[in-house]
Structures are given as C-alpha cells and as structure tokens.
C-alpha cells in the first residue's frame, strides 16, 4: 500500500534531500534538473508565478519515489488555463518520476491528483522520453489512474553516447565530417597555443568552494559577443531576463558538484565556450558560443571536439545537446530522439463552458510543443 504526502512549500521539500538523492541515482536518464539542487535554484527565481505541487510517494514508512509537479496559468485562445505540469520548463531535454518504478510512480501520483480536491484544469506532463516504445508506461500509468490521455511529439533531442573510448565514438562519424573536423583542428592549432580549461569541481556541500565566477564572467562575455548577444528569446547566459536565475543556479551546481564549465584558449585568448551540468555520467549542453572573430575557424567544433573526447577519458555515457539547433548539432550526435507531451482532457473553463479534450490539445501543443530548429 502506498501512501501519497503532498508538499507545497519550497521549504517543506529541502527536508526531502537525503530520499531525493537516493532516489535520483536509481531514475532512468535522470540528469542534474531532476535534482533538488535545481529545482531549489529554479523555484528561487521563477516560483511566485506557480505554484507547487510535490508528490511523496511512501510505502511501509519508506519514500520510494518523489513526483515533481507546478500549478501553472498558461494562455490559450479560449482564454487562461491552469495546467498541472513537470518543472522543467525547457531547461532540460527531459523530465519524469524521481525513482526507479516510474510507471507506478507516476500512477500513484496520478490516482492521488484524481482524488484530490481539482484546481487544475489540465495535466500536461512535458519532457517525456519517448523513443522506442518507452513512452507507452505513461500512458499505462494515465490509463490506470482513469485518465483519457492524448500524446504528441513535442520535440526532438540530439545525444551523443560515449559510452566505450573516443576512437570508438570518432568511428561512428562519417568520413567527410572527421576530414572537416580535423581541418578545423589544424587551422585553430596554426594559429598557435591550443588550450581546453574544463572546471568540473567535486561535490562541497560543506566546505568553502571557489565559484569560479572568472570562468562564469567569460562565459558571459564571449555569449554577448556571439550571435546570442542580439537574442530575444531571454534565454542566452547573458540575457538580463534569466541572467540572475542563472547566476543563482550556478553557486548551487558548483557546491552539488554539478557544474561543467568548458573553455577554448587560443594563445591566451579565449575564444569559445560550453557551459553546462552533469550527473552521474550525463553531460547536459545548456550554452554554447563563441568569438565571431574566430568564427572562420570553427573554434566551436573545436571546442566541441575536445570535450567530448575528454569526457570519453572521464568515463561520461551521455552528451546531451538540449533540444536547439538541431542540425548544428547532428554531426555530433549518434542518434536523435523523440521528446513527447501526454495531455489529459477532457476540461472544464470557468464552471459553464465544457470543451472537448482533443480540441483543446491541438490549440494547447500548438503553443506548446518546441520547433526542432
């Protein structure tokens, strides 16, 4: 018999560290923004227009599983909708139950929403894994916890498996991309001093740990300098909309040991940049840039080149690209895979105007789903 305990206070969920982290270890494709860490971070700076919805799952007086969700108001063009979702918030590439059953997490969890008083007009659980056939368990889960569920492709997210040496990843690219590669290698290394700097620092809960916000700081600079420094998307690292939820975020990854901070160094100059998670092995690509003075030379790619084959030294299993740019990114990748939306219907607007679930899905995907660009 499981148990279902809901948390809604940030302050009630930092009491559930030790069981989320255990938990964690045992997700599948769990990644750093599954962590407590993240989620803490996040809520720091985009918690009061949310609110939160954390499911503890207890058998026999154990947590056995943990099952984020917000409380959100999304627009749609019949008006505002409050809709029942994972966190994640494009962050990440994917987002699921924290523990090792999670179709009977995520079942539980769901027969307790049933059953609770509704403030929720829809459940749209985002960042689901789907490949082959492993997105089915939610529609299990759904089916089982008497919820009619739709399911669409949302995104696509390109990967790169290192898991073995880098000879064996390199022999999976195609001989035109290796000769471009090593063309771009030798144009970078003509021009002198070639230099990777990764900042990967060790877990410091308890002790004083240097932030490194010199590297941060380039990081920045060389995002402004890019193609990212006109964006208006918010989301580049250097934009004023999510800079200091950014900042905020990377204090917690450093002392969680999560922070992954890559540089390329040409003659002391630094001239690209990758900053990103990891955890247990899987290597999550939040920003990338690079100098445009360099831009000719593929300092990018370099760069590229070298982490992955330093992360086949460190024995990472999986480089995630994060689902932007994607065709950038395939030369890099060894597979791509599908990210898919399970949207429950059908709902209620206001207490007089019932709206069926599929017509409500094609409005709600449409402005929900990421284009893979």
Same mark, same amino acid.
Not at 45 to 74: C, D, K, M, Y
Not at 299 to 314: F, P, T, Y
């Given at each position: 018999?499981?148990?279902?305990?809901?948390?809604?206070?940030?302050?009630?969920?930092?009491?559930?560290?030790?069981?989320?982290?255990?938990?964690?270890?045992?997700?599948?494709?769990?990644?750093?923004? @599954?962590?407590?860490?993240?989620?803490? %971070?996040?809520?720091?700076?985009?918690?009061?227009?949310?609110?939160?919805?954390?499911?503890?799952? *207890?058998?026999?007086?154990?947590?056995?599983?943990?099952?984020?969700?917000?409380?959100? +108001?999304?627009?749609?063009?019949?008006?505002?909708?409050?809709?029942?979702?994972?966190?994640?918030?494009?962050?990440?590439?994917?987002?699921?139950? *924290?523990? %090792?059953?999670?179709?009977?997490?995520?079942?539980?969890?769901? $027969?307790?929403?049933?059953? +609770?008083?509704?403030?929720?007009?829809? *459940?749209?659980?985002?960042?689901?894994?789907?490949?082959?056939?492993?997105?089915?368990?939610?529609?299990?889960?759904?089916?089982?916890?008497?919820?009619?569920?739709?399911?669409?492709?949302?995104?696509?997210?390109?990967?790169?498996?290192?898991?073995?040496?880098?000879?064996?990843?390199?022999?999976?690219?195609?001989? +035109?991309?290796?000769?471009?590669?090593?063309?771009?290698?030798?144009?970078?290394?003509?021009?002198?001093?070639?230099?990777?700097?990764?900042?990967?620092?060790?877990?410091?809960? $308890?002790?004083?740990?240097?932030?490194?916000?010199?590297?941060?700081?380039?990081?920045?600079?060389?995002?402004?300098?890019?193609?990212?420094?006109?964006?208006?998307?918010?989301?580049?690292?250097?934009?004023?909309? =999510?800079?200091?939820?950014?900042? =905020?975020?990377?204090?917690?990854?450093?002392? +969680?040991?999560?922070?992954?901070?890559?540089?390329?160094? *040409?003659? %002391?100059?630094?001239?690209?940049?990758?900053?990103?998670?990891?955890?247990?092995?899987?290597?999550?690509?939040?920003?990338?840039?690079?100098?445009?003075?360099?831009?000719?030379?593929?300092?990018?790619?370099?760069?590229?080149?070298?982490?992955?084959?330093?992360? $086949?030294?460190? %024995?990472?299993?999986?480089?995630?690209?994060?689902?932007?740019?994607?065709?950038?990114?395939?030369?890099?990748?060894?597979?791509?895979?599908?990210?898919?939306?399970?949207?429950?219907?059908?709902?209620?607007?206001?207490?007089?105007?019932?709206?069926?679930?599929?017509?409500?899905?094609?409005?709600? @995907?449409?402005?929900?789903?990421?284009?893979?660009?």
């Amino acid at each position: 018999m499981q148990d279902v305990v809901e948390h809604r206070s940030i302050y009630e969920i930092s009491q559930l560290g030790g069981d989320w982290a255990r938990l964690l270890e045992q997700a599948m494709d769990a990644d750093y923004f @599954q962590s407590l860490d993240w989620l803490e %971070g996040y809520w720091q700076t985009f918690g009061e227009s949310q609110e939160l919805r954390v499911l503890e799952i *207890v058998e026999a007086g154990e947590t056995v599983g943990i099952v984020p969700l917000v409380l959100r +108001s999304e627009p749609t063009k019949i008006g505002p909708i409050r809709a029942l979702t994972y966190p994640l918030d494009d962050w990440g590439s994917f987002y699921g139950p *924290v523990g %090792g059953d999670r179709r009977g997490l995520l079942q539980t969890a769901m $027969c307790h929403v049933q059953e +609770s008083p509704r403030d929720w007009d829809v *459940v749209d659980l985002r960042w689901v894994h789907a490949g082959e056939n492993s997105g089915d368990w939610v529609l299990e889960a759904m089916a089982a916890a008497g919820m009619k569920t739709y399911r669409r492709p949302r995104t696509v997210v390109p990967i790169a498996r290192l898991a073995g040496d880098w000879e064996s990843y390199w022999a999976t690219r195609t001989g +035109s991309t290796r000769s471009n590669l090593r063309r771009y290698e030798r144009k970078v290394a003509a021009i002198g001093k070639v230099e990777h700097i990764r900042f990967r620092p060790a877990a410091s809960w $308890c002790e004083q740990v240097d932030p490194r916000w010199d590297l941060y700081g380039i990081c920045e600079h060389l995002a402004a300098l890019s193609w990212q420094g006109d964006s208006t998307s918010g989301t580049t690292l250097s934009h004023e909309d =999510v800079r200091p939820y950014l900042r =905020v975020q990377h204090e917690r990854a450093v002392r +969680s040991g999560a922070i992954d901070i890559n540089l390329l160094r *040409v003659n %002391g100059r630094d001239v690209a940049f990758q900053y990103n998670y990891h955890f247990g092995g899987r290597v999550s690509n939040l920003r990338l840039g690079f100098d445009p003075e360099f831009a000719k030379l593929g300092v990018g790619k370099v760069l590229m080149m070298h982490v992955l084959r330093d992360s $086949c030294a460190r %024995g990472d299993s999986i480089y995630d690209f994060l689902p932007r740019h994607v065709e950038a990114k395939r030369r890099f990748a060894t597979e791509v895979i599908d990210c898919h939306s399970y949207f429950h219907g059908p709902v209620k607007i206001g207490r007089t105007l019932p709206l069926l679930g599929k017509q409500i899905y094609d409005d709600w @995907q449409t402005r929900t789903c990421m284009p893979a660009q």
